[in-house]
């Protein structure tokens, strides 16, 4: 349960961070965030704490003591008019590949999918992330360094639409995880590549890993043990001759860009934000 407390409405698993403007889009309806589900979902799931604490996760760097995980990302809420045909998809996906659990909460998708209400709930409302950097450590001498610098340099930003345009399967570094997600290849596209260099800088100002050289800003939603990343890619192929109303057009969904965070340790930075103005 703590997990769960934990992790609703949180920063989203790190992923592989793999992990020209477009014509301007219709804006659409305001996303909703959904409220908090009740603790007793997963008991009438019948999951336990165990089923959610023991996702094998895996640290991508070593602990050392007096360091503190940084991530520095835009915060994306999936609004509520597309959750619908985007679960679709989901769980068809899932009914091939076992062994998914949804981003953040660790739950077997296999569980979730018992009840369309408590999946949407679930598994649609809380935050997502489109990471700027890398996550890496920190020494705690830093944070007073790179957060004023992150606000110095990103807080002029204008607000622009994110449009998520396709499904696709990522690895992280160490091939221990393989993830299901959602690509930005269109609108947005060229905003956040400006900013993932903006954050670059800054990054290597303090000796930190700079992001990949052809970055691909995406979400994450699901995850798997081990590159899976063949048989994944096999049930997208098989999936994607479905119909839905999302299948029919351009974009998956669009969302405004809403501002920037990031998070040190448990510490989460406004890092700018923009208002629903």
């Not at 489109?130 to 996550?135: D, E, M, N, V």
């Not at 081990?226 to 839905?244: C, F, K, V």
Request: aromatic share 8%; glycine share 6%; net charge neutral.
């Amino acid at each position: 349960m703590e997990a769960l407390r934990a992790t609703y409405g949180g920063c989203s698993s790190s992923d592989s961070e793999s992990d020209e403007e477009s014509p301007h889009l219709d804006p659409p309806g305001k996303s909703e965030r959904l409220p908090p589900p009740p603790l007793d979902l997963l008991d009438s799931l019948g999951l336990t704490k165990s089923v959610v604490e023991g996702s094998n996760r895996i640290r991508s760097f070593p602990h050392v003591e007096g360091n503190y995980a940084l991530h520095v990302f835009i915060p994306v809420l999936i609004p509520s008019a597309v959750r619908k045909d985007l679960g679709l998809f989901v769980k068809r996906v899932s009914s091939l590949i076992h062994g998914i659990h949804a981003v953040d909460i660790d739950i077997p998708l296999i569980d979730l999918c018992k009840d369309d209400q408590k999946f949407e709930q679930l598994f649609f409302g809380r935050e997502f992330h489109i990471s700027l950097g890398r996550t890496v450590p920190i020494g705690v001498h830093q944070i007073d360094s790179i957060v004023p610098m992150l606000r110095q340099k990103l807080q002029s930003q204008k607000r622009y639409w994110i449009e998520f345009t396709k499904w696709e399967v990522f690895v992280n570094d160490d091939h221990t995880r393989t993830f299901l997600s959602l690509e930005v290849t269109g609108e947005g596209l060229y905003e956040i590549t400006k900013q993932i260099h903006i954050v670059d800088e800054i990054y290597r100002l303090h000796g930190l890993p700079e992001f990949y050289q052809n970055p691909r800003p995406h979400i994450s939603l699901a995850w798997a043990l081990g590159d899976i990343s063949s048989s994944l890619n096999q049930a997208l192929e098989l999936n994607r001759h479905y119909p839905t109303a999302c299948s029919v057009k351009r974009q998956l969904f669009v969302c405004k860009f809403s501002g920037i965070e990031c998070k040190v340790g448990k510490k989460s930075y406004k890092i700018c934000k923009l208002s629903d103005r």
